[in-house]
């Protein structure tokens, strides 16, 4: 007894459902172009008394 009505079935809905590959996206569609702001933007000086502002360290965070 076979059953190659059910496996047929279910060969045909697994290739309905996975049986083709999505589109290709361009390249050009992935990525995005900004102009660059001339001073690096607002934040881009650097401010030697609050640098520390931006790194961790676990000893402070432990107050030690």
């Known amino acids: 007894m076979s059953d190659d009505g059910a496996v047929d079935v ?3 809905a697994r290739i309905a459902r996975f049986g083709k590959l999505p589109e290709r996206i361009r ?7 900004r102009e660059a702001s001339p001073n ?3 934040g881009a000086s650097y401010n030697p008394e609050g640098s520390w502002q931006y790194f961790s360290c676990l000893a402070l965070d432990l107050g030690l």
Do not use: H, Q, R
């Open 27 to 33: 390249y050009e569609d992935m990525t995005e172009v």
């Open 10 to 12: 279910a060969a045909s």
């Open 40 to 42: 690096g933007g607002i």
